[in-house]
């Protein structure tokens, strides 16, 4: 057990090396936990002068970001023989949440409260010595989550005004897709793990699976939940979804890939003859049945479609 905390512990998460794990606290600090050898030993991540809530390692384990209900994101550089940080101020509300991009380069924060007040989330530079930031400005309530896509470009943003939102970082003054829909707050957003889908879930006791391609958005709707959907996330593999609901419940649900790009992979394939190997996978025929009118012969031994 990971004990000592003096308050609730809200969030516990690995490093990438899965040697160590970090976990916040209401207590006002954190902890770096050494996994390694017989006896338990941690780090504290002391200074906040509020709740901390999320807590996670960057992409090399070197570094972790804490957020605060102080108002303050801070990153931890865990190199030295005794921890030191860069505090990230400037929000006007706490700040819920706080990760890495995927090189380490940058940190997103997002900030909410009952007041929304603030209604923004930060993208910082950690390449400076003190981190500037560009603000995603726009919300109409507080922003209470706020992660990267796998390639670093956009960040996704959902918020208590009932909709997320997906930012381009590529340009000086990101420009976003809205992902308008949902009946409720939505309480969080994140891609697929290749980038092309953003999973949302919402208080109106649905998630939705958003297809993303040249500015627009269209979205698939799961439904079935009986209370608002607190959490969804994508499977390593993208093709399933886990959702988290204050129904008591969660839920695993298949991912189909959008109608119209299905439509194109099949018509690409119809459009020539399959290989043995896609007729052995998908249990098809070698030989004509007499009463298939649709069957597609497979290649010659030379490998070409017959006519």
């Known amino acids: 057990a990971l004990e000592g905390h003096q308050h609730a512990v809200v969030s516990a998460s690995f490093s990438p090396d899965g040697t160590h794990v970090v976990t916040a606290s209401l207590d006002n600090t ?15 991540l002391e200074g906040h002068q509020g709740p901390v809530r999320p807590a996670s390692f960057s992409p090399d384990g070197t570094r972790v970001v804490t957020a605060s209900e102080d108002k303050t994101a801070r990153v931890w550089d865990l190199q030295g023989e005794r921890p030191s940080f860069v505090a990230l101020e400037g929000h006007q509300d706490r700040v819920v949440s706080a990760s890495f991009s995927p090189d380490g380069t940058h940190v997103v924060t997002a900030s909410a409260d009952m007041r929304a007040w603030d209604k923004t989330a930060r993208v910082w530079d950690l390449r400076e010595t003190r981190p500037s930031f560009v603000a995603l400005e726009g ?56 980038g092309t889908y953003v999973v ?40 399933h979804v ?31 003859c399959l290989s043995q190997a896609q007729r052995d996978a998908y249990g098809l025929p070698t030989e004509h049945p007499a009463e298939d009118r649709n069957f597609i012969p497979p290649p010659t031994t030379d490998g070409r479609c017959p006519g």
């Open 30 to 44: 954190a902890r770096v936990w050494d996994l390694r050898g017989g006896r338990l030993s941690f780090v504290a």
């Open 139 to 194: 919300h109409k309530g507080g922003v209470v989550s706020a992660s990267f896509s796998p390639d670093g470009t956009y960040v996704v943003t959902a918020s208590d005004d009932r909709t997320a939102r997906l930012w381009d970082l590529r340009e000086t003054r990101p420009s976003f897709v809205a992902l308008e829909g949902h009946r409720s707050s939505v309480f969080s957003a994140s891609f697929s793990p290749d």
């Open 242 to 272: 886990v959702t988290a609901s204050m129904d008591w419940t969660a839920r695993v649900w298949p991912v189909f890939p959008d109608v119209n790009e299905l439509i194109r992979l099949v018509s690409a394939s119809l459009s020539r």
């Open 200 to 239: 949302t879930a919402s208080w109106d006791k649905t998630a939705r699976v958003w297809y993303l391609r040249g500015g627009q958005a269209t979205f698939v709707a799961l439904e079935g939940h009986q209370n608002g959907v607190v959490s969804a996330s994508f499977s390593p593999d993208g093709t």
